[in-house]
Every structure is written in structure tokens, then in C-alpha cells.
């Protein structure tokens, strides 16, 4: 044990940010190794790749996905897949220790029994972010959303239920897991532009995990 008398520097701990949102600070340094080991797997056989918003606007985000279903992205719109369509293959299966994160971090903030079917992989170089928006493209709301940070930080956005709504501005660095559901599901949220810089495991990026139940 060391350094701050003010703040616990020695473990995870849970901060709740709204009524069904907690963040998890460092609830996933301890396995990132392992993580990105499994993250790695994926995308050697579904490479991240850049997507177009459905009116034709480049993302600036790489994506990749893991489980029954992936999130997809082109002219037609968003939706979820259960087949890569780079590959025309199902995309890999997601990776049991990745589940397991998913599944304790719901437990710990309160929603047990999470079983996610879908796994979004985002990937960020200096500058790339995320605009304000919901996720909207599960089927049932009911379940939460589980975000695993690594890597680089980045600022992500909390908004409300209307785009227009305040939206307050906080640090997600690596091993954050941050856990939002029943009446924080539909909050809108966004990623500031990632600031250049070299973490030990990421070097210079970010990704960013979210697990979904999309069917
Ligand atoms: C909790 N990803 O893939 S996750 C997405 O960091 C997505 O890549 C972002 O939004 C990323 O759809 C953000 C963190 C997050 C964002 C907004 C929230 C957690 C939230 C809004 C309400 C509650
Ligand atoms: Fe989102």
C-alpha cells in the first residue's frame, strides 16, 4: 500500500455516477494482460475495421465484434450480424475470460445474471472519438451494457435521455469497467477526441470493450 491517504490507489473501487450507472475504477488491471490476449485472438480472425455511418460519414473508430452477434455499420444502417461481413464468416466466439469480466462487473454494480451475446470492440488512435448517441440497436432494453476500458484515457461523455440535455464530462482510463442499465440505458453518450500518448500494454491506443445483450 502507498501514496494517496485520500484515494484508494491499492484496488478497484466503485464510484455510482447516476441511479444505474457505476464505474468501476480499475476493476480490470489486474487480468488486462489475459484480456488483451483474448482481444488479440479476435481480431486476428475479424480485424478491426472502419465503418460508414448510414449517411456515408467515415467513422473515425475501427471496430470489431465477438459472440453470437456484431454490430455492424454501412448504407443500410446499424444493426447487429451474426456473420463478419469482411469475413462471410460467423464472428469468433466470445472468449470465456471476456464473458466472465462482463458478468462479475454487472454483478458488482447490480445487475446479476448478465449473459451477453455480443461484444463490441473499438479501437481508438489519437483523435478518433465517438459523437453523442444512444444504443439503441438491442432488442431489449432491459438488460445493462458493460464497457471495459484499455489503453490510452479518454474523456467520454454522460449525457441525458434528449440529445440536448447536459452531458458532463469524465476520465476513463485503463481497467475501467463502467456498468449502466435500467434508468441509464438510453442515456446519450460520446468519447472525446483520444489525446496522443504511450501506455505500457496499449502503446499508443485505446480500446474500448462493450458487451451487450442484442437479442
Ligand atoms: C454509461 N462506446 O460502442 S462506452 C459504443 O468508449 C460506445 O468506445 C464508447 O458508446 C467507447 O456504443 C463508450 C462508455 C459509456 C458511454 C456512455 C454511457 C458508458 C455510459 C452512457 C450512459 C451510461
Ligand atoms: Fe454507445
Known sequence: MSGS???????????????????????????????????????????PRGMATPGGQAMSVTTTSCGDWGW???????????????????????PAALRALARDAAEAAGFPGFDPDACLINCYLPGARMGLHQDKDERDFSAPIVSVSLGLPAVFLL???????????????????????????????????????????????????TFRKAR
Open 159 to 209: 449525457g441525458g435521455s434528449r440529445r440536448a440535455d447536459p452531458a458532463a464530462a469524465m476520465l476513463l482510463q485503463h481497467g475501467d469497467v463502467l456498468v449502466w442499465g435500467g434508468p441509464d440505458r438510453m442515456r446519450f453518450h460520446g468519447v472525446k477526441p483520444v489525446k496522443p500518448g504511450e501506455h505500457p500494454l496499449l502503446g499508443g491506443r485505446r480500446v474500448n470493450l
Open 5 to 47: 491517504l485520500f484515494a484508494p490507489d491499492d484496488g478497484p473501487w466503485a464510484e455510482r455516477l447516476a441511479a444505474g450507472t457505476v464505474l468501476l475504477h480499475g476493476w480490470a488491471c489486474a487480468d488486462a494482460e489475459r484480456l488483451l490476449a483474448a482481444v488479440d485472438e479476435v481480431a486476428r480472425r475479424s480485424p
Open 72 to 94: 455492424v455499420s454501412d448504407r443500410r444502417g446499424y444493426r447487429y450480424s451474426a456473420v463478419d461481413p469482411d469475413s462471410g464468416q460467423p464472428w469468433p466466439a466470445m
